[in-house]
């Protein structure tokens, strides 16, 4: 009613049905006495008004701008305030493309085919605001992906203030293009990427950097060593012309014949790799190209291993790396 009554008063509206369109028309109808307005769903708006002089005059505005993503709805943009709101009416498939940097309060649960984007030169963040709820049952993380789906995330920054963990990925296919994920804090570990499960996690071009564990694990080697991505056993991850901080690579009982996995090609650049050898089972790690600054490997008697020798392109690496035991002197034994 609030906007019929503007409308009657100063001039006429042609709009679709849509409560975000007619609550982008009440924003500007309130500050010009407008003669004509034309509003589409997500579309820019066209005013016609009169100025202090009474002189006819026309512009063009986007106050879609201040609205945090659109999504094609039956091949409609939608405008939405709300990112949650957005992505729950991404249809299977589809696309949510994010406006400006994003605050939430929730995580987001990917439970189908679907590409959140940044737009082509943009690189818009999502963050958790100061009342996020950690979501236990999503294993704390700010985006959680538990169903066999492809989902796509594009010029992207995932950081949750050291509030959650930043991406959970236990089945399905991720494509990762041109993100940066940092600044997250789990209350157990890892903090940044935990691909576990089935998942299949691709990154190409994407940062992933100081993230962190729980304070109570920061004395725990092979936990700390987690803090950015951690590799399940049965997963896998390929870092393609990526850079990274700690990467995990898990491997054990759980793993059958299908262990741990990571790939390094294209001028990765990683901090540190931790190859995890347990229950007979040793992690994989297919080295292509790339910088590893330490190389650490659990060896056939459980201790860990640096790797110094420089790496060979097209070779498999892999848990339980075999340590001779140490010859024992004479001199030794008496002591």
């Given at each position: 009613p609030g906007l019929h009554d503007r409308l009657l008063h100063y001039g006429s509206c042609i709009y679709t049905e849509d409560d975000r369109a007619m609550n982008v028309v009440n924003e500007i109808v309130a500050k010009y006495r407008t003669v004509s307005c034309l509003v589409g769903k997500g579309a820019n708006v066209i005013i016609k008004f009169r100025d202090s002089e009474n002189t006819p005059t026309e512009i063009e505005v986007n106050p879609t701008s201040d609205y945090a993503a659109i999504v094609k709805v039956s091949d409609k943009a939608?405008?939405?305030?709300?990112?949650?709101?957005?992505?729950?009416?991404?249809?299977?498939?589809?696309?949510?493309?994010?406006?400006?940097?994003?605050?939430?309060?929730?995580?987001?649960?990917?439970?189908?085919?679907?590409t959140i984007e940044s737009p082509e030169g943009k690189d818009y963040s999502i963050n958790a605001a100061s009342d996020f709820a950690i979501p236990e049952k999503q294993l704390g993380a700010m985006i959680g992906i538990k169903t066999n789906v492809h989902v796509t995330l594009r010029n992207l920054n995932i950081n949750s203030n050291g509030k959650a963990r930043g991406i959970l990925a236990q089945a399905g296919t991720v494509e990762m293009e041109n993100c940066t994920v940092t600044g997250n804090k789990c209350s157990s570990y890892p903090g940044g990427i935990y691909i576990t499960k089935s998942a299949d996690v691709n990154m190409n071009n994407c940062t992933i950097i100081d993230n962190d564990v729980a304070d109570e694990y920061k004395d725990d080697i092979a936990i700390t060593a987690c803090k950015d991505i951690w590799v399940g056993a049965n997963?896998?991850?390929?870092?393609?012309?990526?850079?990274?901080?700690?990467?995990?690579?898990?491997?054990n009982s759980y793993s059958k014949s299908n262990k741990g996995f990571l790939e390094v090609v294209n001028a990765t650049k990683i901090e540190q790799v931790y190859l995890e050898f347990d229950e007979d089972f040793g992690a994989d790690m297919l080295y292509n190209d790339g910088v590893i600054k330490n190389f650490l490997v659990v060896g056939s008697d459980k201790s860990v291993v640096t790797v110094t020798d420089k790496l060979v392109p097209g070779k498999m690496y892999s848990g339980s790396i075999e340590v001779t035991p140490k010859e024992v002197t004479d001199e030794e034994e008496t002591e």
């Open positions: 939608m405008y939405y305030k709300n990112v949650i709101d957005a992505f729950n009416d991404v249809e299977d498939g589809g696309t949510l493309t994010l406006n400006n940097d994003v605050t939430i309060s929730e995580n987001i649960v990917i439970d189908k085919n679907c997963a896998k991850c390929v870092l393609d012309n990526c850079t990274a901080g700690n990467v995990y690579v898990n491997a």
